[in-house]
């Protein structure tokens, strides 16, 4: 199939495009750049085997979406360009309600017009805010906490319109847990503008000498050790289930929402020893005060991935860390032209 993918620039679509490759997909690049960088786009050609076609279109430029459509005939879309940083939206919650749910709009109009039916959407397990319970299953209370959660809350909400008034509009939504890792190659991997937002790059970036020690909000928490304990996904994993839902959708012609997680937690601690580990550098860390906000354990139920996508994580926390390792000590500085702050 040619598949459009939004914000294949960024740090899950770069791998998802790699992926849909190797599948024998024509992948077809949308970004304007704003949270990612071009320098991307020949790595990507290393893996791939060649330059992907790309476009540098904002999702709400109207006119270049519909030049775009009429340029390639694309069998579905994969959905990532969005801001995504939690603190940031808190910030600037205008900035992500016109970014996120403005740029989806932008490209519904855009399929629909061009008779574009299938769609895979980049969604997240902060639409499940503090969950009553563990594992996460799909069924659990949608309690969002925060502007970027609500924005994943809201395109969700609106692809299920779409698919109530459309019956041949087909959505797979895919609710992230907490991605990490890179590619084995250590050619591409996450390059976050200033400072990380997410704790593996933090820990990364402490490793290579680029920041002197990890903050660990919270120490007390009813766990093991005392720290929070989420639900990680290799990055590689997690973009062969974009590979796998478009497969569920051709197949099965319908909209279904999926957690994608291991199934299992791992506390900030264990991430960190982890890390050392695979990397034979120390990572001196602090625990500092909980951050508001922030629940004990959240981790997923993958089951009905498994079962419906037939997908399933393969890779364990020590390849996360390892490939995160190669990637931040192959490139310390991430992409060219984007040093850290």
Same mark, same amino acid.
């Given at each position: 199939?040619?598949?459009?993918?939004?914000?294949?620039?960024?740090?899950?679509?770069?791998?998802?495009?790699?992926?849909?490759?190797?599948?024998?997909?024509?992948?077809?690049?949308?970004?304007?750049?704003?949270?990612?960088?071009?320098?991307?786009?020949?790595?990507?050609?290393?893996?791939?085997?060649?330059?992907?076609?790309?476009?540098?279109?904002?999702?709400?430029?109207?006119?270049?979406?519909?030049?775009?459509?009429?340029?390639?005939?694309?069998?579905?879309?994969?959905?990532?360009?969005?801001?995504?940083?939690?603190?940031?939206?808190?910030?600037?919650?205008?900035?992500?309600?016109?970014?996120?749910?403005?740029?989806?709009?932008?490209?519904?109009?855009?399929?629909?017009?061009?008779?574009?039916?299938?769609?895979?959407?980049?969604?997240?397990?902060?639409?499940?805010?503090?969950?009553?319970?563990?594992?996460?299953?799909?069924?659990?209370?949608?309690?969002?906490?925060?502007?970027?959660?609500?924005?994943?809350?809201? @395109?969700?909400?609106?692809? +299920? &319109? /779409?698919?109530?008034?459309?019956?041949?509009?087909?959505? *797979? =939504?895919?609710?992230?847990?907490?991605?990490?890792?890179?590619?084995?190659?250590?050619?591409?991997?996450?390059?976050?503008?200033?400072?990380?937002?997410?704790?593996?790059?933090?820990?990364?970036?402490?490793?290579?000498?680029?920041?002197?020690?990890?903050?660990?909000?919270?120490?007390?928490?009813?766990?093991?050790?005392?720290?929070?304990?989420?639900?990680?996904?290799?990055?590689?994993?997690?973009?062969?289930?974009?590979?796998?839902?478009?497969?569920?959708?051709?197949?099965?012609?319908?909209?279904?929402?999926?957690?994608?997680?291991?199934?299992?937690?791992?506390?900030?601690?264990?991430?960190?020893?982890?890390?050392?580990?695979?990397?034979?550098?120390?990572?001196?860390?602090?625990? @500092?005060?909980?951050?508001? +906000? &922030? /629940?004990?354990?959240?981790?997923?139920?993958?089951?009905? *991935? =498994?079962?419906?996508?037939?997908?399933?994580?393969?890779?364990?926390?020590?390849?996360?860390?390892?490939?995160?390792?190669?990637?931040?000590?192959?490139?310390?500085?991430?992409?060219?032209?984007?040093?850290?702050?």
């Amino acid at each position: 199939m040619r598949i459009l993918v939004t914000g294949g620039a960024g740090y899950i679509g770069a791998h998802a495009c790699v992926v849909l490759a190797e599948r024998g997909h024509d992948v077809v690049i949308v970004d304007n750049f704003s949270n990612s960088s071009p320098a991307v786009l020949p790595r990507l050609a290393a893996l791939m085997g060649r330059v992907p076609a790309h476009a540098d279109v904002d999702l709400r430029d109207a006119a270049g979406m519909a030049g775009l459509f009429r340029t390639h005939d694309f069998d579905a879309v994969v959905h990532f360009a969005a801001l995504k940083a939690v603190g940031e939206s808190c910030e600037k919650p205008l900035e992500y309600f016109e970014n996120n749910i403005g740029g989806t709009l932008g490209l519904l109009r855009a399929m629909k017009s061009a008779g574009v039916r299938n769609l895979v959407f980049s969604s997240s397990a902060t639409v499940y805010g503090a969950p009553d319970t563990v594992p996460v299953r799909e069924d659990a209370a949608l309690r969002v906490t925060n502007p970027y959660g609500r924005t994943k809350l809201v @395109v969700e909400q609106l692809l +299920g &319109d /779409v698919c109530a008034s459309d019956p041949g509009f087909h959505v *797979a =939504n895919l609710r992230y847990f907490n991605p990490v890792g890179a590619h084995p190659s250590g050619t591409i991997g996450e390059d976050p503008g200033g400072v990380p937002n997410n704790l593996m790059p933090y820990i990364c970036q402490v490793a290579v000498g680029l920041r002197a020690r990890l903050s660990i909000f919270g120490g007390d928490y009813p766990t093991t050790d005392g720290t929070g304990v989420r639900d990680y996904i290799h990055v590689v994993d997690l973009a062969r289930a974009h590979a796998d839902a478009l497969d569920f959708l051709q197949r099965e012609e319908r909209c279904e929402t999926f957690n994608l997680g291991t199934g299992r937690g791992i506390s900030v601690i264990e991430l960190v020893k982890a890390f050392e580990r695979a990397s034979g550098r120390r990572v001196p860390f602090e625990i @500092v005060s909980r951050r508001p +906000g &922030d /629940v004990a354990e959240v981790y997923a139920d993958p089951a009905l *991935a =498994n079962r419906l996508l037939g997908w399933r994580a393969e890779l364990d926390v020590d390849a996360m860390c390892r490939d995160a390792w190669r990637w931040q000590s192959m490139n310390p500085m991430g992409y060219a032209g984007r040093a850290a702050a």
